[in-house]
């Protein structure tokens, strides 16, 4: 089966400092899912990757998929305590396989 | 994107007894999922909701714990059946448009089996 492992599995970062998060696969994806997570809420969809090498921003945050399609990065310029949360990565190993396998998260707080 | 709703938020429930969970869309969804998020864990899928048809369940979930129905395509629900404090999770539904579209999540049904 396929796993997803994330890193780090928490971080601590002040105001202002940039990050970045990772998500590997032992398989090549289909489709890789950010999400964040509040404390015992829903997830928010951050963004969704299908192409090798495809980069994605919002706002503050850029997701890249490798070219392998095996391993995706979450990038945060300048953040803010909103950034706060857990963030998973999920993904789909494709065909008719729509199954999202989520990562363990990694823990995100941003001190002011 | 799309807009879900669940009920209830959350609920404590006595050991022996069943739950319904509700997960309803504002807009018709072609896939219609059931997820589990244990204490301190991720997500694991229980199961993908059929309209017209009985649900899809995953390796370890069985419909006589975990009942789905799917009338229509912007309504589900999940029954947690004879409850035990191992079934205390967060139940998540979630809706795709197809294979190739955004997976959006509801924001969950905390559950408590005392």
């Known amino acids: 089966s396929q796993e997803l492992e994330q890193s780090p599995q928490s971080l601590i970062v002040q105001e202002g400092k940039n990050l970045t998060i990772n998500c590997t696969s032992s398989k090549t994806l289909y489709g890789l899912y950010w999400y964040k997570q509040k404390y015992g809420e829903g997830l928010i969809f951050l963004m969704m990757l299908q192409k090798g090498g495809e980069e994605k921003s919002h706002e503050k945050i850029t997701a890249k998929l490798d070219e392998k399609k095996q391993q995706s990065s979450l990038h945060i310029t300048a953040s803010q305590p909103s950034h706060a949360g857990i963030y998973l990565c999920g993904a789909t190993t494709g065909g008719s396989n729509y199954k999202l396998t989520f990562g363990k998260g990694t823990l995100l707080t941003v001190n002011p | 994107s799309a807009v879900i709703s669940q009920k209830p938020s959350r609920d404590i429930c006595q050991r022996g007894t069943s739950l319904t969970i509700q997960c309803q869309v504002d807009?018709?969804?072609?896939?219609m999922f059931w997820y589990r998020q244990q204490p301190g864990q991720s997500l694991t899928l229980i199961a993908t909701a059929n309209q017209g048809s009985e649900a899809t369940y995953e390796s370890g979930f069985v419909i006589d714990k975990f009942p789905i129905s799917r009338p229509n395509l912007t309504f589900s629900t999940l029954t947690v059946s004879n409850m035990s404090p191992e079934d205390s999770s967060i139940y998540l539904c979630?809706?795709?448009?197809?294979?190739?579209?955004?997976?959006?999540f509801g924001p969950g049904t905390r559950l408590t089996v005392t």
């Open positions: 807009s018709q969804v072609t896939m």
């Open positions: 979630s809706v795709s448009r197809s294979l190739s579209h955004e997976q959006y």
